[in-house]
């Protein structure tokens, strides 16, 4: 119940901030020289402003998308608001922290007019399981060694976070073979969280090969995909940096994903018995809560039978399963499908 609690929490706060920030950027970091901040302070505020703008476009759009758009000329149209909230001298350096606002209807137009799609949003909740394998055990990353290389990571559409690490997750982990951890199933770990996304990044300390001793499988939108990657060391330096290399991959994947091979829609028509009207107003508060399901259309009302017609942006089994959390049976009986309380 916990569990589920918590996991309600982290969709509830994603959902919201994937929907309310993706055109702000905080805490924007631009480095230049003493020099040139000194020499002209406004030409230095220019190549900020287009640097943040082609990172931007870059960060909502895939590879080749971005290296056929035609370069963005009037830039300081497409800016909302434009602080720079801190600035310091670092060495032999000069670092500005800028927060930004990127006017979305600009953004908007400039992709319609190229006749380019792009990602104007975050990733639903994805399970993160970092595992390191030594003497042929696998231990489960720390949360805080989470936040060190992924959390609040700038240019990340991915909204990932940790295994709890409690006893389940423990159990569930002693199932796998650490000799065949690259086909181990993780269908029955992501289930205990209530998701179907993940990022598995395993590093290997037993394997002498260091060409390949980082095993990564990633699951978007019911897509699977395996790499193996290389450390030389499994420093605090080398593993962020891996990261940082690892992020870039992930989000340009998750983005060709989401516009090459967006999750498949289904619709589904529903009869449900009544028995008073709060049985109707019931069932319809708890779809049209549900962010997958994207129209929920009455068929028909009578004092006996709620039938509908949904469209849910997802699988029928991960509406079962929402609906039965929520208190409902959903069954099936040839094309027709039928929903009652539990």
Not at 150 to 178: M, V
Not at 190 to 196: A, F, L, P
Request: positive net charge.
């Amino acid at each position: 119940m916990i569990k589920k609690l918590i996991i309600f929490l982290i969709v509830f706060l994603f959902v919201t901030k994937a929907n309310a920030t993706i055109y702000i950027v905080d805490n924007y970091l631009f480095t230049t020289s003493i020099k040139k901040i000194k020499k002209n302070r406004d030409k230095v505020i220019d190549e900020i402003k287009k640097k943040s703008l082609d990172d931007f476009i870059k960060f909502v759009t895939i590879p080749s998308d971005f290296n056929n758009l035609t370069k963005i000329k009037n830039y300081q149209e497409y800016f909302k608001l434009f602080i720079v909230k801190n600035e310091y001298k670092k060495n032999n350096s000069y670092e500005l922290i800028c927060k930004i606002e990127f006017d979305k209807s600009k953004i908007d137009s400039f992709f319609k007019k190229e006749n380019i799609k792009y990602i104007n949003y975050k990733s639903n909740p994805i399970l993160t399981i970092l595992i390191n394998k030594k003497n042929d055990k696998l231990e489960i990353w720390s949360t805080d060694n989470f936040d060190s290389y992924l959390g609040n990571k700038f240019n990340n559409l991915l909204n990932t976070f940790p295994l709890n690490g409690d006893l389940t997750d423990i159990k569930l982990l002693n199932d796998i073979n650490p000799k065949s951890y690259q086909i181990a199933r993780l269908d029955k770990i992501t289930g205990n969280y209530g998701v179907r996304d993940f990022i598995f990044v395993l590093f290997d300390y037993d394997k002498l090969d260091k060409k390949e001793n980082v095993f990564v499988q990633s699951q978007f939108n019911e897509l699977k995909t395996s790499n193996k990657f290389g450390v030389d060391n499994f420093n605090q330096e080398e593993i962020s940096n891996f990261f940082i290399k690892l992020l870039n991959i992930l989000n340009n994947s998750w983005k060709e994903i989401q516009i090459l091979a967006p999750q498949k829609k289904t619709i589904i028509s529903f009869d449900y018995p009544l028995k008073k009207l709060s049985d109707y107003i019931r069932v319809k508060n708890v779809l049209t809560k549900n962010k997958k399901v994207l129209s929920l259309e009455d068929a028909a009302i009578t004092n006996q039978m709620y039938s509908a017609r949904i469209l849910f942006s997802g699988s029928i089994e991960q509406l079962k399963e929402y609906l039965f959390d929520a208190g409902f049976l959903f069954k099936r009986n040839g094309n027709k499908f039928y929903l009652t309380k539990k």
